[in-house]
């Protein structure tokens, strides 16, 4: 990318609709259904949405929040809204009114754009979180006019004077993992650093499961500006994916972890020519190494792993070759920290720790956030006092620098006779070893002595029946201890999902904690109340 580095100097988004894009000509940009949109018409689309947003009065100071699934539309909001100096506010869907509310209490809108194909119950619960907005839709069909028409109609200058790096704002809602939704500020320095270490080294043609409108726009971001095709489908499903894979040149996918669980055990990816894929990248959630051994037997050496946060896009990587260092030693590892990133693991006092030691994930460098917008405890809680952001990840790193994580911070689970300290996805790794499991998670449920005991949420192979002791054996064939060993089990048909995608934890510990919050989170206080 050319030098944007000063506050005033070109954005990146200027310098793609003007520089990048047009030079990519008639190359396919963005394939969505029956539309296929090239790099001169994404760039003139832009161009000509920022001067619709222009007459609209949106500028400098002013906020475009949208609420929409994928489509070639919302693929074009954030460079036309960061040209005019707006910011921009992208609302994943399906969250619940509550999540949409506390983001809007915290980052109020002058726009709000919704896609008119998502359900009624969230453009309801959306629009009633932002009352002060002006309303907008994108199609024909939604609560307000078409934007579109709007965007038709507009015709830019010809020398535009775009907003300068230093008005570039985008704020993103965290993940909804541990039941608060934060609004995360980042500005110019995190989109440059991703334009110049790229996700994506070469052009692709990139399938697009998550959400255009939250973090999927990054990864979308970093492909158009290398020249990039973004094959888009509406909603991750096994029976979408495979359509794409089997009618579209498809050389790149992102997919988390529990969407490529469903994909592997898709009975119709056997038919499925995956030679052209170049590049599966997966990250968000943990992965079990069995599972991850099936995905590179079914599409070879081309598995490359992002761990990132929204707070931090892009902490560490393992890239495809990684994955086949000796007899995959790596697989349980998230790889090796970017290099224009630091990244250490540090104890609660913020001291580094050396090699082996389990701590805090902490980083600092360019892809970290600003902080939490209006939320200035919570941004103070975030960070060590000499800037390092705490992650919430608990790992440790080896002597070769490759990370290795064990649990979030608040769902590690504290139990038995001496507290032991139980990482749920040790658990979960050892379930999966099991050849009729295809997923699992581990929470913690109330124990009236121990505070908190292991309970497994399980998925099987459609028809399998599994012993309760076949698990066990598995657990302990892996970890050994039988502090380990989960006192609970639960069979389900599929696990619960956050909208982007992650293993709904905070949805399967509800049922089992109400009135007994005060036992979570290695609570040992509560713990030797119940016991007395």
Request: one cysteine or more.
């Amino acid at each position: 990318m050319d030098g944007s580095d000063g506050a005033a100097g070109r954005s990146y988004a200027a310098w793609l609709v003007d520089e990048v894009f047009p030079g990519y000509g008639t190359r396919e940009a963005v394939v969505y259904r029956d539309l296929r949109m090239t790099y001169a018409e994404l760039a003139e689309t832009i161009r000509q949405m920022a001067a619709g947003f222009r007459s609209l009065g949106l500028g400098p100071g002013t906020t475009v929040a949208l609420a929409s699934g994928n489509r070639a539309e919302a693929v074009c909001v954030p460079f036309a809204a960061h040209l005019v100096g707006a910011r921009f506010l992208p609302m994943p869907v399906d969250r619940g009114p509550a999540e949409y509310a506390s983001v809007a209490a915290n980052v109020p809108a002058d726009v709000l754009i919704v896609d008119d194909r998502i359900s009624d119950t969230c453009a309801h619960a959306v629009t009633s979180a932002f009352p002060g907005a002006r309303l907008w839709s994108l199609g024909s069909r939604g609560p307000a006019p078409d934007l579109m028409d709007v965007v038709r109609r507009a015709h830019p200058a010809g020398e535009p004077r775009w907003a300068h790096a230093g008005q570039v704002e985008t704020v993103l809602c965290s993940g909804g993992t541990t039941g608060l939704t934060k609004a995360i500020l980042h500005r110019h320095r995190m989109y440059r650093t991703i334009l110049a270490n790229p996700f994506l080294p070469e052009p692709v043609t990139l399938l697009v499961t998550s959400q255009i409108a939250h973090v999927g726009g990054l990864y979308a971001l970093s492909g158009l500006a290398g020249g990039s095709t973004l094959t888009l489908v509406d909603r991750f499903t096994p029976e979408a994916v495979i359509e794409a894979l089997t009618n579209e040149p498809i050389t790149a996918m992102m997919l988390m972890p529990p969407m490529l669980y469903r994909l592997l055990d898709h009975p119709g990816l056997a038919g499925v020519d995956c030679s052209r894929l170049r590049r599966v990248m997966y990250g968000a959630s943990p992965i079990t190494p069995d599972r991850l051994q099936q995905a590179l037997d079914r599409f070879g050496p081309v598995l490359w792993q992002l761990y990132a946060q929204t707070e931090a896009f892009g902490l560490t990587a393992l890239d495809s070759a990684d994955h086949l260092v000796d007899e995959g030693r790596l697989l349980r590892s998230v790889g090796r920290s970017f290099p224009d990133m630091e990244t250490e693991v540090r104890d609660e006092q913020g001291r580094p720790l050396p090699p082996g030691e389990v701590g805090e994930i902490c980083a600092r460098g360019p892809r970290v956030m600003e902080g939490y917008l209006n939320q200035p405890e919570a941004t103070a809680a975030a960070f060590h006092p000499d800037g390092w952001l705490r992650t919430g990840d608990l790992g440790y790193r080896d002597e070769e620098g490759y990370f290795f994580l064990m649990d979030r911070r608040n769902d590690v689970i504290i139990t038995g006779e001496a507290g032991s300290t139980i990482y749920s996805p040790l658990v979960e790794n050892a379930l999966t070893t099991h050849p009729a499991v295809r997923a699992a998670a581990v929470i913690p449920v109330p124990h009236p002595l121990y505070g908190q005991a292991v309970h497994a949420v399980v998925v099987t192979a459609p028809g399998a029946r599994v012993e309760l002791d076949e698990l066990r054996k598995c657990v302990l064939a892996e970890l050994e201890r039988p502090v380990y060993l989960p006192a609970s089990f639960e069979f389900v048909d599929a696990l619960p999902l956050t909208p982007i995608g992650k293993v709904d934890k905070t949805a399967l510990r509800a049922p089992y904690w109400a009135g007994h919050q005060g036992l979570l989170h290695g609570d040992t206080t509560a713990r030797a109340e119940s016991a007395n």
